[in-house]
């Protein structure tokens, strides 16, 4: 199982992130990549540098596992084809909901620049379907290699995505575009329909 993990990593940030920016690319001339925001240790910066260590330990878990380092937690085949199933479904629907997306695409935030408020598509129903996607994704590898080190990754990455859209995010988009993104916290889940809509800004 620890190969098919890194088999499915790899297709998630082939075309999660190298398909995608490709295509951002093509049609802005920007690749869409803003970066980690915030002065160091700030709780920006600190949400930013978090995803890309909870990202990495997605990567290791099955590496050490295959290695022998660590060894998994529970060992169920059942779990490991639900993981495929679950980690499958994350990559197609990470994929859809940035191409929902379209221009507005992009990964970091940059505070001078402004993007369309998108809310057609997945965005009608979550404001955050991407990381919607991602999180689904990530479950699905910590069941392929329920190892210690796959399971405080997907814990660490369940933090750090909330904190990068409450801290970051919620409050840039909130500047931005204003009564538009205060109608749209209203009406709509944050990472699940109907749940986290945010009534008063």
Known sequence: MPIVALTLFVVFAVLGFGWRSWQQKRR??????RGVSGAPWSAEWLAGVGFVVAMAAA?????????????????????????????????AATLYAQVDMGESWRIGVD???TTTLVRRGVFGWVRNPIFTAMLVFAAGLTLLTPNPVAVAGFALLVATIEAQVRI??????????????????ATVGRFVPGVGR????
């Open 28 to 33: 802005t001339g920007s690749t869409g990549f």
């Open 168 to 185: 970051v995010e919620e409050p840039y988009l909130l500047t931005t575009h204003g009564d538009d993104y205060r109608d749209y916290l």
């Open 111 to 113: 505070a001078a620049e």
């Open 198 to 201: 945010v009534v008063s800004v």
């Open 59 to 91: 990567l290791a878990a099955p590496i050490l596992q295959l290695a022998g380092v660590v060894h998994p937690l529970v060992d169920s085949p059942v779990l490991n084809v639900a993981g495929v199933a679950v980690a499958v479904t994350g990559i």
